[in-house]
């Protein structure tokens, strides 16, 4: 109906992909704000990419997906041998801002 109202009816638009395209340029341009750098942005774009997973394939609900993400997030102060990943070039105000973005 909505395909309709707007006259997209030739058009042929995958709302699927124009979904995502959103969800993650919305994503990409709140990272370049937040002055991020290279590798911060790609571990930010990660972190769109495993809570979108989340929802989807694994059908979590929103607040099991944001646990998920905190608990990922509050092991970011941890050394690299303790954790086994490189989620650890955040800082504490970053990673606070990447939950309050999620959120």
């Known amino acids: ?10 058009l042929k638009t995958s709302w699927r992909k124009a979904v995502l ?3 993650y340029s919305a994503g990409f341009l709140w990272a370049k ?3 991020f ?3 911060q942005l ?10 979108l997973e989340n929802i989807s394939d694994k059908h979590m ?3 099991d997906n944001l646990k998920e993400l905190e608990r990922a997030m509050a092991e970011m ?9 490189d989620l650890n070039f955040f800082s504490i105000e970053q990673g606070k801002a990447i939950i309050d973005y999620f959120i």
Do not use: K, P, V
Not at 1 to 10: R, S
């Open 21 to 23: 395209i959103d969800y």
């Open 77 to 85: 102060g941890e050394t690299d041998s303790q954790r086994g990943d």
């Open 33 to 35: 704000e937040m002055n």
């Open 37 to 39: 750098s290279l590798i």
């Open 1 to 10: 109906m909505l395909e309709e109202f707007l006259n997209f009816t030739q």
């Open 42 to 51: 790609s571990g930010f774009m990660e972190l769109l990419n495993f809570t």
């Open 61 to 63: 609900t929103l607040g």
